[in-house]
């Protein structure tokens, strides 16, 4: 018989220690409210998304970690794309976007950053239970009541004012509410390690660029870390992992061999950890937001992360979540108008990136890419949008819609080969049973 569980407490209640939690727990903790997070693994823990955008950096200096994440992180320049059909690399500096104050990001072992956010928010005040796993929830009138359990069985039943749901790609609350929604624009799915001795840039300013190469079934990212491993990984339509009929580790180093610009950087590299794969890579939330919870980061949408927009908008949701619940905690009456704001600044993000996003293998974005022009600043601000600075007043909208007229002009002028594209895309976004194979085996 299962024993009754103890209860708790707290004006809030995070689910899930990752960026998006923790930035929220931190934001609410040093406002002085008592915050809980329960977090089902422990810090560190390995995860990918190691490469941020420098609309980062701000975020990190609020919470008082810049200094930290600095210290494990390799600074980050720039961005390079490689296309085959191209023949060549074209490399994009965030100092020519359309700000110049914040011309670098960093690029981090994620179980480095996140253990820095984590512990953050404790030394700020939230209580953090690692091992802690949510089971079940209740919203109530006047809040929630979540029932978790640690590692050694105990059930601790939580009651909060609020809820924040940070569980990720787990999207606990959403799963439960059934408001989880398959992207029907986009679908796709990735195979990741990580590598020693590979291929780096000799020029310092160059050495932590993220590396994109387009190959036939889909992209791969080529991210440097400071301590010499390279985070490796191929995003692909999910009829290419779903045919695999070899152990995932071979498949997967038969797929870096179809990318020989890749497969150079990787000739002399060694894999130091497991293979791992994780399908259903696209979906939103109906909502991200309900009477007494917010979902923050992947817990309310996932897109593809060619762009590296994963961790910067879990941050920025989690602390505009935080912001929010701190309002309502002052002055109910404007929980409406909070919750409001909150869902706007959630589903912004995500479009902004989203149309670029579901049109990056299509032949004519590419031909823009790997021959850029600052006609009308769309140069400019096509690099703004990739260093994430969408949420300012940085006039960059009029040059990103120019872009895409001139995307669209680039289409209608190949009329076969753009229809080619498409009815490829149609195919390749099909869903499949998804494949969420965590070795190779």
Known sequence: MRPSPSEHSADVLVIGGGPAGAAAAAVLAERGRTVTVLEKSRHPRFHIGESLLPANLPIFERLGIAEQVRAVGLPKWGVEFHSPSHGHAQSFRFADSWRKDQPHSYEVRRSELDEILIRRAAQLGAQVLEGCRAREVELLPDGVRV????????????????????????????????????????????????????????DPLRAGDISIFWFEHGWFWYIPLADGVTSVGAVVWPYYLKRRSRPLPEYFLETIALCPPLAKRLEHAQLVTGVEATGNYAYRCARAAGRRFLLTGDAYTFIDPVFSSGVYFAMMTGCAAAETLDECLRAGKRRARGFRRFERISRHGPKSFSWFIYRMTHPAMRDLFMAPRNVLRMKEALLSLLAGDIYGTTPIWPSLRAFRLVYYINMLAQPRRSLQALRARVRNIRPVEPERAATGG
Do not use: M, P, Q, V
């Not at 105990?154 to 059934?178: H, M």
């Open 147 to 202: 029932e978790a359990e640690r590692e050694n069985g105990e059930r601790i039943d939580y009651r909060a004012r609020y809820l924040i749901d940070a569980s990720g790609r787990d999207t606990f609350l959403a799963s439960r509410l059934g408001t989880k929604r398959r992207n029907r624009r986009h679908n796709s799915c990735a195979i990741y390690a990580h590598f020693a001795g590979a291929w780096r840039h000799e």
